[in-house]
């Protein structure tokens, strides 16, 4: 029994800004100050431990619903005060509380998920990855999501700087642009040519496209190799996507906004409808819901792939790492994609001197107790945009 005593969340500020744009709008970390786009810390206090669990909301621009005031409100006056006095290693019992008490909430439970994760490590004296399976690949091979730009020469600048500069060979380039498919194509020629063959390029438009232009854009894109097709329409679209997957004829074929829960894998292995699953912890509301999609997808036969944008957050990169680092090669598709928590866009403030860094487009998963990340208390008190406490007295 590792009775749950206390519960801190935080909302942090974050120094740097990310700025992004996608079919689906523009992504913004917000200004500094502003709740928008923070990230929310959480922190179990349990028989002399501390679990830390950090995810940042990604929306505007996305399609989560969550935010940093949902977070907070789900987690301070419904989850938190329900989880005081449950023991930490229920985890069955704490996914059920979280479904009868406040359905859905992914980025809320995602958060206490690898809080969770982090105290049970730092329990047994076990890296995260040995809860989920074991270590499976140490080194974790990373991919680069290369945002749309202004003119397709920054937009090429920034796929040859994640080649270049930090040794990455997967890039995902992001697709929907305003000029249609045929801009899109533009900029994956422009990108093929720059970084050669020996690069994988995978396309994201992010839902913006129909079927028709899906499958015409296929077409156009055979002359230069595309490695992979992200969500390119409608997340409920399953026919849609079963459609385009046989007109791919073997690009392989990626869903994401169409992938939010167990029950979204199910579907989409029923329908056929995609070659590989997109795993973010935060959408699905952490590393059990995680395991479980990855359960369905290799009974199914579909590989998975591990994503989270995790800006500034070593934290959150860090449960993605696990999770990838305890999942056999074969079942991947061949890179993660939570590069931006690891310095490459400015440091994690509240982590000043990481150990947990990318090195020739790989990083190797911390093999400390827990998550392996251990934050800065002085800079956490620093950024401390606001912090709540719930105790047994709530
Ligand atoms: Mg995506």
Redesign the pocket.
């Known amino acids: 029994m590792l009775r749950i005593e206390r519960i801190e969340v935080f909302v942090t500020d974050l120094p740097g800004r990310l700025r992004r744009r996608m079919s689906s709008g523009g992504y913004d970390t917000g200004a500094g100050g502003s709740w928008i786009g923070k990230p929310v810390l959480v922190k179990l206090h349990a028989g002399g431990l501390v679990g830390l669990g950090q995810i940042r909301p990604i929306s505007p621009g996305h399609w989560m619903p969550d935010t940093v005031y949902s977070m907070l409100h789900a987690i301070t006056d419904y989850f938190g005060p329900r989880l005081i006095g449950m023991d930490a290693f229920d985890m069955a019992g704490i996914e059920r509380m979280f479904d009868v008490t406040l359905p859905y909430n992914p980025n809320a439970r995602a958060a206490i998920d690898h809080a969770l994760h982090d105290l049970l490590g730092k329990a047994t004296g076990q890296p995260v990855y040995n809860l989920l399976g074991g270590l499976r690949q140490p080194d974790v091979p990373l991919e680069w999501s290369v945002s749309m730009q202004d003119t397709r020469e920054e937009m090429i600048d920034e796929a040859a700087r994640a080649v270049e500069a930090f040794g990455i060979e997967v890039l995902c380039l992001k697709a929907g642009e305003p000029g249609g498919w045929r801009q899109d194509l533009g900029n994956f020629a422009a990108a093929r040519d720059r970084l050669g063959p020996d690069i994988l390029i995978g396309i ?1 438009p ?1 839902t913006g496209w129909t079927r028709h232009e899906t499958i015409q854009a296929l077409d156009g894109y055979r002359a230069y190799r595309l490695d992979y097709l ?2 390119p329409i409608e997340r409920r679209d399953l026919q849609g996507m079963a459609e385009i997957r046989r007109a791919a004829r073997g690009v392989p074929l990626m869903a ?1 906004e169409a992938m939010t829960s167990p029950a979204d894998a199910l579907a989409l292995a029923k329908a056929d409808a995609a070659d590989v699953l ?1 795993i973010k912890p935060y959408k699905l509301g952490g590393l059990r819901p995680a395991k479980r999609v990855a359960a369905i997808a290799e009974t199914a036969g579909q590989l998975l792939n591990v ?1 989270g944008l995790a800006a500034f957050c070593q934290l959150e990169a860090a449960a993605a790492a696990h999770f990838y680092a305890s999942t056999p090669a074969h079942l991947m598709m061949p890179a993660g994609e939570f590069v931006f928590g690891l310095g490459v866009i400015g440091p994690d403030p509240l982590v000043p001197e990481p150990k947990f860094t990318i090195k020739n487009g790989k990083t190797r998963v911390p093999n400390a107790p827990g998550l392996g990340v251990e934050i800065d208390e002085d800079a956490l008190q620093r950024l401390t945009l606001h912090r709540v406490e719930v105790t047994e007295n709530d």
């Open positions: 994201d992010n992200e969500q994401d997109c994503g």
